[in-house]
């Protein structure tokens, strides 16, 4: 069965530094991975997702993401954090070789940017 | 052009009735996921239309949850005898599968009381 775990709640760091999401997963046959991001009083819009090719994925406002098949995780990171970076962040796992279209997300990890 | 749209966008109910939540996906996306999303919690998986093929409803919590989707386009998600743990908000997306990227309504906000 697909799971995918954000074994932290909420993420604290300060304006201007490195920021770093956690994500691991679990599936029987190849992950695609995905990160969505949830603004206060807005819908989920999708940031980045690794399909195949490079593990390390950039995709929008400077965020990136790390794919480690050994340690089956998609880290979500960002060089320099910003306050408008504060938002709700969820980890989705698809198994490619399932026949289906079918999402597992993670339980959410709050970013708070402090200024 | 048009997002997902969904409506209504909250909804307050007694326990017991029924509801009816719709959703009206980008245009020309085969793929529809109906998810529910309770207070302080992640993305629950309900429901899953693709094309033509047999929906995905693995994610349904009980017989009480039912969805159906006209061809390509809108989707309602019904909730029969609504009970207060199905206070959530109810998220509907769309997709283009050769894309793997969900579009995401704003949600209804489902309030039994």
């Known amino acids: 069965a697909q799971s995918v775990a954000q074994p932290e709640d909420q993420v604290n760091v300060a304006e201007g530094n490195p920021l770093t999401v956690k994500c691991t997963y679990s599936?029987?046959?190849?992950?695609?991975l995905f990160w969505y991001v949830q603004y206060p009083n807005r819908g989920l819009q999708f940031l980045l997702k690794?399909?195949?090719?490079?593990?390390l994925v950039k995709g929008s406002y400077g965020f990136e993401a790390e794919f480690n098949k050994s340690q089956t995780s998609f880290h979500l990171k960002k060089p320099s954090a910003l306050v408008s970076d504060s938002a709700l962040y969820f980890c989705?796992?698809?198994?490619?070789?399932?026949?289906?279209?079918?999402?597992?997300f993670g339980t959410g990890t709050r970013l708070k940017v402090l200024a | 052009g048009a997002g997902v749209s969904q409506s209504p966008s909250n909804k307050v109910t007694e326990k017991g009735k029924d509801v009816e939540l719709r959703c009206d996906p980008i245009?020309?996306?085969?793929?529809l996921y109906w998810y529910r999303q309770r207070l302080g919690q992640g993305l629950e998986f309900l429901i899953y239309?693709?094309?033509?093929?047999?929906?995905?409803k693995s994610g349904l919590p009980s017989d009480r949850f039912s969805a159906e989707r006209t061809g390509e386009s809108v989707s309602t998600l019904t909730i029969q005898r609504t009970q207060q743990e199905d206070s959530a908000v109810y998220l509907c997306?769309?997709?283009?599968?050769?894309?793997?990227?969900?579009?995401f309504g704003a949600g209804t906000r489902l309030s039994v009381l």
């Open positions: 997306a769309s997709s283009l599968v050769t894309r793997d990227i969900q579009y």
């Open positions: 599936v029987s046959g190849n992950p695609y």
């Open positions: 690794y399909i195949t090719g490079d593990n």
């Open positions: 989705a796992v698809r198994d490619a070789d399932s026949g289906t279209y079918k999402y597992i």
């Open positions: 245009s020309g996306h085969t793929a």
């Open positions: 239309f693709q094309g033509n093929s047999a929906p995905d």
